[in-house]
């Protein structure tokens, strides 16, 4: 028996509509003409994918931009800016602030979600608590993956170390790094490393965040990846340094990633708007190409990183959007390589996440958004529309086409 189907359902890369049956949360049927009496929610031809999959946010300090002091001239100083107010935060202010960016995460399709959150002993364990309820109450729609990481760095800013190991006791599950905040890098690596080990949790780093190749951290990186089996385990984020080096550099860095398992997510939002502020003009975007490192074998996903604060003083939580952005500046244009930006909100990034059970395959999860369009090429170029959201078999969002009101014929 089944409990709900989507109808006229438009798979990525496949030819014929088809029917997708839900039964007790899970995938039950893929297949053509469904006959049943369960209720239908028709697709009309659109495009049905696994929901989207958010892999680098911030929920916990988004939405300060209001409380945090102007930029200090063509510096951005978001560090800085964000620590002055990160003593001010409550659980509770946490909560709310981070509810609004969650529900419009879901609104714009995302049904799974890696959230970095802060501790040290400015902010304490407040964020985590708040994120951690938030996550529980939010189950219905999302699932979030918390982790945890030292933003303001770890081996020089004594008690953010057993802040983050009592994060883990409370459930976290991913531990993160900022090593370009520390005083010594390669320490804090090694250090996120043994307690990767010690709890059995995968690693998703802060990277390389700056403006020259120089004394790249990546490099370490792999090289600890590869002596602990960690590969498939390990993911990167920003590494805009990258970005700097000529082409064959890059394809030497991607290959070199790709050999040690290691993942990269590309924040364009916000690496386009703290890259490049030493220059007045002819500014550098910093925003590592995605294709590039995909088509040397390294898996790539597309996330939106801050939302309304000093990293990025904007966001509607778009996934579609970010893709859209990261063709643009990346100025790709083959219609293979603008789907596969689609691939890094969906199923590049279950992959990042170790999400075995993701995608519209029978027995999977009843995970599904459904776009305003007809194929991953179309929904990039055109930032289309999520209509419906279901998660585990339930309709969580819907969304009306916009529609034109025309005069009467005369």
Request: with cysteine.
């Amino acid at each position: 028996m089944l409990d709900h189907v989507i109808r006229n359902a438009r798979l990525p890369g496949a030819g014929d509509l088809v029917d997708i049956g839900f039964a007790a949360g899970r995938i039950a049927a893929v297949e053509r003409d469904i006959v049943c009496d369960a209720p239908a929610y028709d697709a009309g031809g659109c495009l049905c994918c696994g929901g989207l999959v958010e892999t680098h946010i911030h929920l916990d300090k988004s939405r300060i931009a209001d409380r945090c002091a102007p930029e200090p001239g063509r510096l951005p100083d978001a560090v800085r800016r964000i620590s002055d107010v990160k003593g001010t935060f409550t659980v509770e202010d946490v909560y709310a602030r981070a509810k609004t960016t969650l529900e419009n995460c879901i609104k714009q399709g995302a049904t799974r979600m890696r959230t970095h959150v802060e501790v040290d002993p400015k902010v304490g364990l407040r964020g985590f608590e708040a994120v951690r309820a938030l996550a529980a109450d939010y189950a219905w729609a999302i699932y979030v993956e918390i982790c945890v990481f030292p933003q303001e760095g770890l081996t020089n800013n004594p008690g953010t170390d057993a802040l983050m190991i009592e994060a883990i006791r409370r459930g976290a599950r991913v531990v993160g790094a900022a090593p370009d905040y520390d005083t010594d890098h390669a320490a804090q690596i090694r250090r996120v490393f043994d307690i990767a080990r010690e709890h059995d949790l995968d690693i998703d780093m802060h990277l390389d965040p700056g403006n020259t190749p120089e004394n790249l951290d990546v490099h370490l990186v792999c090289e600890l990846t590869e002596r602990f089996g960690y590969g498939g385990r390990v993911a990167i984020g920003h590494a805009t340094a990258l970005s700097t080096m000529p082409p064959d550099g890059q394809v030497a860095i991607a290959r070199r990633l790709a050999e040690a398992g290691i993942a990269v997510t590309i924040l364009p939002a916000t690496d386009l708007f703290m890259m490049g502020r030493t220059q007045s003009y002819d500014v550098r975007r910093g925003v590592v190409d995605a294709n590039l490192f995909v088509e040397q074998g390294c898996n790539c996903t597309l996330s939106t990183n801050n939302v309304l604060n000093p990293f990025t003083p904007y966001g509607d939580c778009s996934l579609i959007r970010m893709a859209n952005l990261h063709a643009n500046v990346l100025q790709v244009s083959r219609p293979e390589r603008i789907a596969e930006c689609f691939a890094m909100l969906t199923e590049r990034s279950a992959r990042l996440m170790n999400l075995g059970d993701y995608g519209i395959a029978i027995g999977h999860p009843a995970d599904v958004v459904v776009i305003d369009a007809v194929s991953p090429g179309q929904a990039v170029a055109e930032i289309a529309q999520p209509l419906a959201v279901f998660k585990n078999g339930r309709r969580t969002v819907t969304r009306a086409r916009a529609e034109l009101h025309r005069p009467d014929a005369c």
